[in-house]
């Protein structure tokens, strides 16, 4: 008689092969002649009838010291003889998998299960196999592996992972949450689920999940990355301390990094923003996201000068990028210096001749610098783009009145006036004045 083997199922973890023994298997015999219960007169000649059980007992023998090739010659003589018994397709199928070929296990997988379609063994280590290749593959397998094994949390966490490479995400929701349900202590589900919620911009319910797996596994780095990214599209303020939390068990995570510095900045505290970027080169040069961060800092501790240094070392290397062109422009507007401000708004907006923020800049540094008839040739411009508001009218009147164009300043200053519904006293109390000024300058040329 054969001895009681064991069925194994093949785990894929992060895309690597590996035998385990999961589940244990029924007897799986040959029929052989009827000794009598108890008889032991037998010679070893008798007891050997069937010498195909030898072949299934090496290659046994050789799958549990996991020498995976040795036990393919016996499993293939074996189905030679015997096709139809699925039990020797499957160990063949396992034998392929640890040697990870993957093309003839998926094939001796296939037939096992068109023999015995409820080997629940061989439908969960095909989709295992598939798993990393073909996942969409991998779904149906893994479903029958879930509906044969209703007990076992392991299946649905796999499938959900199938349907998650699978991109459907809402079918990886509903498997993972099944395998939740049946082992709660599973992290490895949580953290998943997290990951599918956050995908599917359901961030208030990735918190849930990581904050789970947190309570269990507190220095987990993709918990706390994935609650960090929860919190931050959440828009919440604990973000920053997430991040903060995060890097301290992952420190090389250079986009983590870039986001917690932005949070920073964002927040005002440049000092530590600042300390950041300079934790994160290590004494290198640095790069060009970098040297944006570093720009954005310097900006908000209002250290004009030294940003404009650091926002020309990163035009060195990008100088084509338009919003580096026009942050540098918009650096020299604010300490009028109109020409240089006037040079480098004019390069974005040949780069990026749609930007409506680049044209405005230009403009008003055309107004500042008194170059008032190119002020309002710019307007015309950004009109194109965006109806106008009360400032712009204000400062449209202001052009008209510095170049002495009496009716249009005041149907420019009138419009202010129409628009600005007294919001700013200290505009209208001037159009005001001059509107009663010009009025009376107009009617003198009558």
């Not at 931050?232 to 986001?259: C, F, I, W």
């Amino acid at each position: 008689m054969l001895e009681r083997a064991k069925w194994r199922v093949a785990v894929v973890l992060l895309g690597v092969f590996s035998a385990h023994a999961l589940l244990a298997l029924p007897n799986a015999k040959l029929q052989q002649s009827q000794d009598p219960p108890g008889k032991s007169t037998q010679t070893r000649k008798q007891k050997v009838q069937n010498p195909l059980n030898d072949l299934l007992d090496e290659a046994q023998a050789a799958l549990d010291k996991n020498n995976f090739e040795a036990a393919i010659e016996p499993l293939q003589k074996f189905i030679g003889e015997k096709p139809d018994v699925a039990y020797a397709h499957f160990q063949l199928a396992y034998a392929y998998t640890g040697l990870n070929r993957v093309a003839e296990a998926r094939a001796e997988y296939e037939r096992c299960i068109a023999l015995d379609p409820k080997m629940a063994e061989a439908q969960l280590n095909l989709g295992i196999l598939l798993l990393e290749p073909e996942p969409a593959a991998a779904v149906a397998p893994l479903r029958k592996a879930v509906e044969l094994l209703p007990s076992q949390s392991r299946p649905r966490y796999l499938l959900g992972v199938a349907l998650e490479r699978s991109k459907d995400l809402a079918g990886a929701a509903e498997a993972f949450e099944s395998a939740a349900r049946l082992d709660p202590t599973d992290m490895e589900t949580q953290i998943h689920l997290g990951g599918v919620y956050l995908a599917l911009k359901q961030p208030v319910d990735a918190e849930k999940k990581f904050q789970v797996a947190l309570e269990r596994q507190p220095r987990s780095a993709p918990a706390l990355r994935g609650l960090a990214l929860s919190l931050d599209a959440e828009g919440k303020p604990e973000a920053l301390e997430a991040y903060r939390n995060y890097l301290a068990v992952q420190p090389q995570d250079s986009a983590a990094r870039t986001r917690y510095v932005q949070l920073l900045v964002a927040s005002k505290q440049f000092d530590e923003a600042l300390a950041e970027t300079q934790k994160s080169t290590n004494g290198q040069a640095l790069s060009l996201d970098a040297l944006r961060l570093r720009a954005d800092i310097l900006i908000g501790q209002n250290k004009l000068d030294e940003a404009i240094t650091v926002l020309k070392q990163a035009i060195a290397l990008a100088p084509q990028d338009a919003q580096l062109r026009g942050g540098l422009g918009r650096m020299y507007l604010q300490k009028r210096d109109f020409a240089d401000a006037e040079r480098e708004l004019k390069v974005a907006i040949q780069i990026d001749k749609g930007n409506v923020v680049y044209w405005k800049d230009l403009t008003s540094t055309f107004y500042l610098g008194g170059n008032y008839a190119a002020a309002l040739a710019g307007f015309d411009v950004v009109d194109k783009m965006q109806k106008p508001g009360e400032g712009e009218w204000f400062i449209r009147a202001l052009c008209y009145d510095k170049l002495d164009q009496i009716q249009p300043a005041l149907d420019a200053y009138r419009k202010f006036l129409d628009l600005d519904a007294n919001q700013h006293a200290d505009q209208v109390w001037q159009a005001n004045q001059r509107i009663h000024v010009l009025e009376k300058r107009a009617e003198k040329k009558k």
